[in-house]
């Protein structure tokens, strides 16, 4: 499967942005997704994933109630929507997909990515 993230920009502080995961080459409905983060000098931080059908979601501790994935499978997409953004979100973010259960926590867990969409939250 191949991914493309998009939907990053500029953003002030206490704004809004949705994410685009768009993926092609294989039955999406076939793998579980993530979307995690990388800052500079940061390491990959986890964000949200979400399950085969949609129903079940996990959240890493900076996206818990103000972050929301969800998926369209007929689309072959998956989104997150962040509200509240703050300038600590600045970061590029990725989608990431794998067919086998496992914790979505751990990037190691993910077969394939998308190339990165970059979100700058100014204050």
């Known amino acids: 499967v191949q991914l493309q993230a998009s939907g990053g920009g500029l953003v002030q502080a206490g704004g809004s942005l949705t994410l685009s995961c768009a993926a092609s080459?294989?039955?999406?409905?076939?793998?579980?997704v993530g979307w995690f983060r990388q800052a500079p000098g940061k390491e990959r931080e986890f964000v949200a994933g979400?399950?085969?059908?949609?129903?079940?979601?996990y959240y890493g501790d900076s996206a818990k109630g103000r972050f929301t994935i969800s998926r369209d499978n007929a689309k072959n997409a998956v989104y997150l929507l962040m509200n509240s953004l703050r300038p600590e979100d600045t970061a590029v973010y990725y989608c990431?997909?794998?067919?086998?259960?496992?914790?979505?926590?751990?990037?190691?867990?993910?077969?394939?990515w998308g190339q990165g969409t970059l979100v700058t939250v100014s204050s």
């Open positions: 080459g294989d039955t999406f409905s076939r793998y579980v």
């Open positions: 979400i399950s085969w059908s949609g129903g079940s979601t």
């Open positions: 990431a997909a794998r067919t086998y259960s496992g914790s979505y926590y751990d990037p190691h867990n993910y077969d394939y």
